[in-house]
């Protein structure tokens, strides 16, 4: 019971570490770009033990890269609600264009 308790918060605390150091490397290394939403996922994951519902929201932006060729990416940190069409701020890694971070909402 308790090994499960850790490996839990072993996996909660992987997920928030690879979130900062995404964030961090994008804003060391990346390249900013106008972009919209695209589209949005919802999704409902449910909790292995207790069958718990969790609703999660997945943003997709469309943006031109540096080399102007359209692509699109899952924002890695949607921290505000966004509606489909908005315009965002966004940073991108070259070489790992499908994720990007949000900046700013226009």
């Not at 290394?29 to 106008?34: L, M, P, Q, R, T």
């Not at 449910?46 to 080399?67: C, K, N, Q, S």
């Amino acid at each position: 019971m308790m090994s499960i308790a850790i490996a839990m918060v072993g996996l909660f605390a992987f997920f928030i570490i690879r979130t900062y150091f995404w964030q961090y490397n994008a804003k060391l290394n990346g390249v900013d770009a106008e972009a919209y939403v695209s589209w949005i996922e919802r999704v409902v994951r449910y909790g292995a033990r207790d069958g718990a519902e969790y609703p999660m929201t997945y943003y997709y932006v469309r943006f031109l890269r540096y080399d102007g060729l359209e692509t699109e990416a899952r924002l890695m940190n949607p921290n505000k609600k966004l509606m489909m069409g908005s315009h965002v701020r966004i940073r991108y890694v070259p070489g790992r264009e499908e994720i990007a971070t949000l900046m700013e909402i226009e």
